[in-house]
């Protein structure tokens, strides 16, 4: 290889170093940006929560979210078309933390019998250590748009109940209409004893009260399935 030959060579390997640095630059700030732009979006929905942990569901707007966080209302709007669009996310946010919690309280027991108790208690527990969730997720003492049907989250709670009720069965195969039946047997009385609780705070029962009204309820449902 003569000199010539040589300095080309040397010059197309430097042409190519140059542009594999201008593709990982690009590269590099698209991905700065999509982070960004994830950062603003969890900034967002964060500013919303402790908005309603402090007013309430009712005082919140994007005006003050943007207020909250030091941004114009148009910046939230270019994240978030509406008021409704930051309760789908909330709302998504909501279940996953409680199919998370009913998912270790499942994994924690062998039998059927305890896996329903301990799953039903964590969905007690997670209504009043979540408040400001619960009640977007399933309507308490508020305005309930209906922002979560067909929502896959809110599915994966109701199928993970779903499946160790189907358990309890003695004779199978079960049919869906069962399971169905007794799913809302469970939440039609645990959701109301929690609603019960939360919009009369200063009425409510005693802990070990309701602890009490709980197990009788879970256990004497799920001794029925099987009678």
């Known amino acids: 290889m003569n000199d010539c030959e040589l300095c080309n060579w040397f010059y197309i390997c430097l042409t190519v170093l140059d542009y594999l640095h201008l593709i990982f630059q690009i590269m590099g700030s698209k991905e700065r940006i999509l982070r960004l732009k994830d950062e603003t979006r969890t900034k967002i929905l964060d500013a919303a929560l402790n908005i309603v942990q402090t007013e309430g569901w009712q005082a919140l707007s994007m005006r003050k979210i ?3 966080i030091e941004y114009t209302a148009p910046i939230i709007y270019e994240y978030f078309s509406n ?8 709302t998504r946010r909501g279940y996953l933390m409680l199919a998370k919690d009913i998912r270790e309280a499942r994994d924690k027991h062998e039998s059927p019998e305890d896996k ?11 209504a ?9 997720m399933y309507g308490v003492d508020m305005v309930c748009c209906t922002v979560k049907n067909s929502m896959p989250e809110a599915e ?10 189907e358990s309890l069965f003695e004779k199978k195969p079960v049919s869906e209409d069962d399971i169905c039946m007794k799913y809302y ?10 609603s019960i609780n939360l919009v009369r705070p200063n009425g409510r029962t005693t ?11 879970i ?3 799920t001794l029925s399935i099987n009678s």
């Open 83 to 90: 008021k409704d669009g930051i309760l789908l996310e909330l």
């Open 207 to 217: 802990d070990e009260l309701n602890q009490q009204i709980l197990k009788d309820a």
């Open 116 to 126: 329903m108790e301990a799953m039903w208690i964590a969905y007690w527990n997670f």
């Open 219 to 221: 256990k004497g449902i």
């Open 156 to 165: 994966n709670v109701g199928g993970m109940l779903g499946e160790v009720i």
């Open 66 to 68: 943007a207020d909250q």
């Open 128 to 136: 009043f250590a979540h408040k400001e969730f619960y009640q977007l």
């Open 185 to 194: 047997t469970y939440w039609s009385i645990i959701h109301g004893l929690i």
